[in-house]
């Protein structure tokens, strides 16, 4: 929703009713991801995509006839012989799209979760796409973190305590995905299914050293989709207009600055490290707080340097009171062996690196294994 929510919010403002569909779930080789939107909008204006132009036709339609009649529906869109260059998906995905009517009375919370995504604050919808009761359907819950007031309900207090206990750890991780449950919320049921619309801040990628290597790898974390932060001490090297990709440019000792982010509770499991000085005096103190005692627990701890540099940086490390535990989440050399030579090539290294400890890869060829491309939770996580 995220893409479509300006003009949705700006319709729902002026009192208008407008269809909103959204992606769900997606199987095979579906072309956009959970949480995608298409709106039906004022005079039949479209605005997103759920498949990148295959089944639009169709869902511009079902967006039509929700409108009129004010019934959510959940439709599933795949591939056959028949319909593959009609309202099916040539890529052979599957998609399910949810598609409500979107309107004050419809969606009451809608501007509160307008501001909270524009003011950076994590939030999450989780709304009732498939239950045996109709009238249940396009209920929301507006969820929010542990300690903030949520609202809404999906019908009732057992359900929305259900649902919120999951959501609140999906909007921690910045997830979406849809959970299965029985129709009143029983975690060993199925009948019901909620979709969590997760809407947190980008992760944020911190690299540290103002050096060449460092603007590539800047300019790779924003293509990733990472909040970047590049920071040296040194104010003849860090200025923004040596990286303009970053979203900001620090001027303060590195591990100075890990310790303010600490105390602002600023860095998370979502956060990723790239040391990029390998410099002793920058690196030690640095990679202490990111690695040692009541260190955030932190996604990726990168550290360039030669395998000559590493043992004398663990060494070092080691000397200050690190453990062997505290050093095995330190990724060094950094990236992964692609035979990367120049700046670019590097940073594609390491983000290669990090996409790999997300989502469990191995860094080998495609052609050399078997099994499953692309590694996906299960679907309905409490289904069944």
Avoid: N
Wanted: charged fraction near 25%; include cysteine.
């Amino acid at each position: 929703m995220r893409e479509v929510l300006d003009r949705l919010l700006g319709w729902w403002q002026e009192g208008h009713q407008v269809a909103l569909a959204t992606v769900v779930g997606t199987w095979k080789s579906a072309p956009r991801q959970p949480g995608a939107a298409m709106l039906v909008g004022v005079d039949g204006e479209a605005v997103g995509s759920v498949s990148g132009g295959c089944v639009e036709g169709a869902v511009y339609e079902l967006g039509q006839q929700v409108i009129a009649s004010g019934t959510p529906v959940l439709q599933r869109y795949g591939v056959s012989d028949d319909e593959a260059m009609g309202v099916g998906l040539t890529c052979g995905g599957i998609l399910d799209v949810f598609v409500e009517r979107v309107g004050r009375e419809d969606f009451p919370e809608l501007a509160e979760v307008a501001a909270d995504i524009e003011a950076g604050v994590p939030v999450a919808v989780a709304t009732v796409v498939e239950h045996p009761d109709p009238d249940l359907l396009g209920r929301h819950l507006v969820v929010r973190p542990e300690g903030a007031e949520s609202s809404g309900t999906l019908g009732s207090e057992r359900a929305d305590a259900a649902v919120l206990d999951d959501a609140r750890g999906m909007l921690a991780q910045g997830r979406t995905a849809t959970l299965g449950y029985g129709p009143d919320g029983q975690r060993r049921g199925e009948g019901m299914r909620i979709f969590v619309s997760s809407y947190a801040p980008r992760p944020r990628m911190l690299v540290f050293g103002a050096i060449d290597f460092a603007a590539a790898v800047a300019r790779m974390g924003t293509f990733l989709g990472y909040r970047v932060t590049v920071c040296d001490a040194r104010p003849v090297f860090a200025t923004a207009s040596r990286f303009p990709d970053a979203d900001e440019v620090v001027v303060s000792w590195p591990h100075r600055y890990v310790e303010e982010q600490m105390r602002l509770d600023a860095l998370d499991g979502r956060t990723v490290a790239c040391v990029l000085t390998h410099d002793p005096k920058f690196d030690v103190p640095l990679l202490e707080r990111l690695l040692g005692d009541g260190a955030p627990p932190l996604a990726y701890v990168g550290a360039m340097g030669s395998r000559r540099t590493h043992e004398d940086r663990l060494a070092r490390l080691r000397e200050v009171g690190l453990t062997e535990e505290q050093l095995s989440i330190l990724r060094s050399p950094i990236g992964l062996d692609l035979g990367a030579r120049t700046p670019e090539e590097t940073a594609v290294s390491i983000a290669a690196e990090i996409v790999a400890l997300r989502w469990g890869g191995q860094g080998e060829p495609l052609s050399r294994t078997e099994g499953a491309i692309h590694r996906h939770e299960p679907e309905d996580l409490h289904a069944g």
